[in-house]
């Protein structure tokens, strides 16, 4: 057995009529893939689940099996009453699945909690939530042993397609054995590790690439904190195309050297400013994520800003960071 609450969440999902599986807002690799493939796992169970976001799958990620399954709300109008038990995945607060305007609206429902992040304080009835595993997918890959559930071409596509995203292709922090033991065994289960590093890492669209030199153009190092940034504003954010998958820009930021954190803000809505922050060394960006109200990991996190004038919510981004480089 990997996780000793893995029992407890079958029983409840057991005692469930309606079930409800939803993830963070603006779905990645492993938040996409995870949910599609525990609905996945959980049908082989016999068992139904709605798949919920709210957003949209991105284009990019439209080569997942099932992909359709995930159907976008609008979480403002969005009737939970009509479910008993809701699964979160991959997300850190209530507030990162429905968005922060509505993160204190959490609905008097039972809700497992399946996560990652470091910032999670389970927000949960369960709260199964393992900071050392790599990404969600590996999380329900281990879940779905634990159930003796038998792992197909399609459950094993998306896991190993979120389990490669959120390793960045095995190049990031953290990566143990059996992450390697997972991914080689979703790979015989009928994993297309090519068909998955092609649409992931070799489909960028070209705007998306003019963008990313519009971003570095843009990129300037605080060699007193050591901090490199960019901030690109709304209407500079328009002239470019605003770009799907845009963000994917901050990773670059994670490699200047010199440096211990990376921050790309993109307002990509007036007043509505979103911000990436990249690790080098020993730092955790996720504590300053959470200062801002938001969350992530030790070496990736992300935040958005409401509200704010550009340059003030700019302002008040590098002012945190600052502060917490000074005491890192």
Not at 50 to 61: G, H, Q, R, S, T
Not at 227 to 255: N, R
Not at 273 to 291: G, H, M, Q, T, Y
Request: aromatic share 10%; net charge positive; glycine share 8%.
């Amino acid at each position: 057995m990997h996780y000793k609450e893995s029992k407890h969440i079958l029983q409840s999902i057991k005692a469930a009529n309606r079930i409800l599986l939803t993830s963070h807002k603006e779905p990645d690799a492993d938040s996409a893939g995870s949910i599609i493939a525990l609905h996945l796992g959980l049908k082989r169970l016999g068992i139904k689940t709605d798949l919920v976001c709210k957003d949209e799958v991105p284009k990019y990620l439209t080569f997942l099996p099932r992909y359709k399954q995930i159907r976008k709300v609008d979480f403002r109008s969005f009737n939970f009453r009509k479910y008993d038990l809701i699964i979160t995945l991959d997300s850190s607060s209530w507030g990162q699945v429905v968005g922060s305007e509505l993160k204190e609206n959490v609905p008097n429902l039972p809700i497992v909690v399946i996560d990652h992040h470091s910032s999670n304080k389970g927000y949960g009835k369960i709260n199964l939530i393992d900071k050392s595993a790599t990404s969600v997918s590996e999380m329900i890959y281990k879940i779905l042993i634990d159930w003796s559930v038998e792992i197909d071409s399609g459950i094993a596509n998306n896991l190993l397609t979120g389990i490669t995203g959120d390793t960045g292709s095995f190049r990031f922090p953290f990566i143990n054995a059996e992450t390697f033991e997972a991914a080689a065994a979703l790979m015989k289960a009928g994993a297309d590790r090519d068909k998955i590093i092609y649409n992931l890492y070799f489909s960028v669209d070209l705007a998306e690439l003019k963008y990313l030199s519009e971003v570095l153009k843009a990129a300037t190092v605080d060699k007193k904190d050591k901090i490199v940034w960019a901030a690109i504003p709304y209407k500079k954010y328009l002239k470019l195309g605003g770009p799907e998958g845009s963000g994917f820009a901050g990773a670059y930021f994670q490699v200047v050297k010199g440096t211990k954190i990376g921050i790309l803000m993109i307002e990509t809505e007036s007043q509505k400013l979103e911000v990436s922050f990249r690790a080098r060394e020993n730092i955790d960006v996720s504590k300053i994520s959470v200062l801002l109200g938001g969350g992530g990991h030790k070496k990736a996190a992300g935040v958005a800003i409401y509200g704010m004038k550009f340059e003030d919510a700019v302002e008040k981004v590098l002012e945190t960071a600052r502060k917490y480089a000074k005491n890192a």
